[in-house]
């Protein structure tokens, strides 16, 4: 990237959802190298249900609906519009925040030296975005694709025959699709495998100098000639439901909901905070990694939310947890407990 040459990969996708289901609630954790810039979380954060990082911001998706936004703001990259009102999905570019609105608009702002803040998509629904370094990738209700921003390295020339598709990603320098029959297509740096293949996605994303896929029974993969341990898929990266890529790392959060990262970052395996479980989301910033943390997880993994989870709570009370501070605040207190009583299934 040119960060301008050295910044972040930070490119989050938050796609929306078609089924109508109410989206799973949770509370971020982040963590990454000191010297990184890793924005930690706002201590008054409400439940979340999407995030995303940019280059050393975080924007999130409130479970009303609303965006908050936290860390660098030198661009006014963490600055939420007044007027933005409900959104139903997020991304962040390297120094740029999208959001997509209720009714199928895009609104970005912070940096916009190339356009990439410059919405090209009116007169057409959108149902799906993504936020590159400093290009923006959208996706309408009719499965086109639309890209704008930078265009060095062809990021936002998306390709005539593409077709139509049914989800969008994007790396610093590159812009990938899902076509409707679930292969990928990609354009710009690192865009697509080097190789014919034949997996079918669910989720294309990237980061600095990767891209990154996750198939549809799990599976995750990573290519691009110039990248090295961000793209050594770390063994425990099985059954995944979300993959994320930063700078030099990459992450994953698995169906149990287990948080694998790997790549030449202190955001690695033993870098990972112990309350980096029961998660379903995840999203990488330029050194850091943020995930989302089902509000109200079993506790104990027995499948259920009773008794043995209350004893877990009341035996960590008073303390830092972390397994029992489920809205992540610092402290396992009456409000933890409020939250395991809402979810209790007995």
């Known amino acids: 990237m040119d960060r301008l040459r050295v910044c972040t990969a930070s490119v989050a996708i938050a796609f929306a959802t078609a089924s109508g289901a109410e989206p799973p609630r949770g509370y971020p954790i982040a963590w990454g190298e000191p010297g990184g810039g890793s924005p930690g979380v706002p201590a008054d954060l409400g439940p979340v249900t999407a995030i995303a990082a940019g280059r050393f911001h975080v924007v999130a998706l409130q479970a009303d609906g609303t965006v908050i936004a936290w860390g660098d703001n030198w661009a006014g990259q963490s600055a939420v519009p007044a007027d933005l009102g409900e959104c139903i999905a997020v991304a962040a570019g390297d120094s ?75 790396g610093f320098r590159q812009s990938l699709a ?79 909901g ?19 479980k029961h998660c379903f989301a995840v999203s990488c910033g330029a050194y850091f990694t943020i995930v989302l943390r089902h509000a109200v997880p079993d506790i104990d993994g027995d499948g259920s939310v009773s008794g043995s989870d209350l004893g877990f709570l009341l035996g960590q009370w008073g303390s830092a947890g972390p397994e029992a501070d489920l809205n992540q605040d610092g402290t396992v207190d009456g409000a933890d407990l409020g939250d395991l009583l809402g979810a209790w299934t007995g």
Not at 125 to 140: D, E, K, N, Y
Not at 145 to 170: F, H, M, R
Not at 236 to 248: E, H, K, L, P, R
């Open 96 to 170: 740029h925040s999208v959001a997509l609105q209720a009714g199928g608009t895009v609104r970005c702002w912070g940096y916009n030296l190339y356009g990439q803040c410059d919405e090209t998509t009116k007169g057409h629904v959108i149902v799906a975005i993504a936020a590159g370094g400093h290009h923006t990738v959208a996706l309408t209700s009719t499965g086109e694709v639309k890209c704008w921003g930078q265009n060095q390295y062809g990021e936002c020339s998306v390709p005539i025959d593409l077709g139509p598709c049914t989800g969008v990603g994007a």
């Open 178 to 256: 899902i076509r409707a029959n679930g292969t990928s297509a990609g354009w710009g740096y690192c865009d697509a495998p080097s190789q014919p293949s034949v997996n079918l996605y669910q989720q294309l994303t990237g980061g600095l100098f990767h891209s990154i896929g996750l198939t549809l029974d799990g599976q995750v993969s990573c290519w691009c000639p110039t990248a090295a341990s961000q793209c050594a898929v770390h063994p425990t990266a099985i059954n995944c439901v979300m993959v994320a890529g930063g700078d030099y790392h990459s992450a994953a959060v698995t169906a149990s």
């Open 258 to 276: 287990a948080t694998v990262t790997w790549g030449a970052s202190p955001t690695g395996p033993s870098a990972i905070p112990a309350a980096a």
